[in-house]
């Protein structure tokens, strides 16, 4: 068993049973992703192509989510991730033998990317809410640093894995691979111990939606973190579209160049998954926004790279200063959200991480092809610093008119400084 504070969330059985089958999951999400992306090129070689088929992965996570929070804290877990990652498994497969049967079209591609945004909008918000069953409360903020690495470990071998198949086979061994990985999600999945599990006493069949929203209006630390997260996923997370259209349009390469890009991301992701989980106790509203405005800067550097093997070098650190930023926003609403609420307010939470996407793609792609990617990644860079600049100076005035009413500001348990 683990001795060191920062793998301590192995010590429960269960999240060890599932983080490896999840490691699979990830590779094969991140290596169907490139394959989706250079499949639309190679179907339209359209940079709004690409942006609407992104958007609409994404859309269902607009409703969806939601729904998924509520389900989360309704029912079994364990059942509802069988189902949604059967769903999506399903999905894979379909858009995998279309690809192999050489009779894939973009139209093909659209739907079933949708499709997938159904099951993976469900399935977000159980399997994060999830995370606390596996670990219990003590080990939550310790579990979502090493999902987190766990996640970029997918994003360091899954792109890479991707453009080597792509280069020897094409798109379509890429969509299979993701259909195995989401078979061993299924056998880990039904190998958990439900005695293990740390279930909540407050679990109810009649959880209701409009409790979360009542619950966050009493919350503005965790507001005013979920405005900077859509700041952030919205207009900085835009990686699938700013990496396909650096190497294609500004840098003329091809897909191996490509999925080498995730992979550099990737390490500088990695990295910030893994430096975050010796920083818990600095998991705090002020230190998020600060993240962000670094993270909106780093992004306008990247843009202004000249060659591929600078941007190349470059995107490690954007991609560390994101990690640290969201895993400290999803680790503080997680650790100070009760527990019989935490699925509906993280139902919120992905919403809002991922809801600006369905909207802001396609403009994304759009903006790429008039005014140029690179300028379209300085403008979303500068959108994000300036958002979060603006929310850390409401914050900072809002907390000083806290201490100077209350007169007891500093020691406040949830809005801490």
């Not at 990737?266 to 002020?286: I, M, N, Q, T, Y």
């Not at 140029?372 to 860079?381: D, P």
């Amino acid at each position: 068993m683990p001795k060191s504070r920062s793998l301590r969330a192995f010590n429960h059985r269960n999240y060890r049973i599932l983080y490896p089958a999840l490691a699979l999951s990830n590779i094969g999400t991140w290596a169907q992703r490139i394959a989706q992306d250079w499949l639309v090129l190679q179907l339209t070689h359209s940079s709004l192509a690409l942006g609407v088929v992104t958007g609409l992965q994404f859309a269902p996570t607009l409703i969806l989510s939601f729904y998924g929070g509520v389900l989360a804290d309704r029912g079994d877990k364990r059942v509802l991730l069988a189902i949604t990652n059967a769903g999506a498994g399903l999905v894979s497969l379909l858009l995998g033998i279309l690809v192999v049967s050489n009779t894939v079209q973009v139209s093909h591609v659209y739907v079933l990317a949708l499709l997938l945004g159904l099951f993976n909008a469900l399935d977000g918000p159980i399997r994060t809410s999830f995370t606390s069953e596996l670990v219990g409360k003590g080990d939550i903020a310790n579990a979502i640093s090493l999902n987190s690495a766990n996640f970029n470990v997918g994003r360091l071998v899954g792109p890479a894995v991707s453009g080597y198949l792509i280069y020897l086979f094409g798109t379509g061994p890429s969509f299979l691979l993701n259909v195995f990985t989401y078979m061993s999600m299924l056998a880990a999945l039904a190998m958990l111990r439900r005695d293990e599990l740390h279930l909540s006493e407050r679990q109810t069949t009649k959880a209701k939606f409009s409790d979360a929203l009542r619950y966050l209006g009493e919350r503005p630390d965790i507001q005013i973190v979920m405005m900077t997260v859509f700041a952030v996923a919205t207009f900085g997370m835009n990686y699938q579209i700013f990496n396909a259209l650096m190497a294609t349009l500004e840098f003329h390469k091809g897909p191996a160049e490509f999925g080498g890009l995730g992979t550099f991301l990737a390490v500088g992701s990695l990295s910030g998954a893994l430096l975050s989980s010796r920083f818990e106790k600095s998991r705090v509203p002020r230190r998020i926004m600060f993240g962000a405005i670094c993270f909106g800067l780093l992004l306008v550097g990247l843009a202004l790279m000249p060659t591929y093997l600078a941007y190349s070098f470059a995107l490690p650190f954007g991609g560390a200063m994101a990690l640290l930023t969201l895993i400290s926003a999803n680790s503080y609403v997680q650790t100070t959200t009760e527990s019989h609420i935490r699925g509906r307010v993280m139902g919120i939470y992905l919403t809002v991480f991922m809801g600006g996407t369905p909207l802001f793609s396609p403009v994304i792609g759009w903006l790429a092809d008039v005014i140029g990617i690179r300028a379209t990644i300085i403008g979303c860079g500068l959108l994000v610093a300036a958002t979060s600049v603006v929310l850390l100076a409401f914050y900072r005035s809002r907390r000083k008119r806290q201490i100077e009413d209350t007169g007891d500001g500093p020691t406040m348990a949830i809005d801490i400084i």
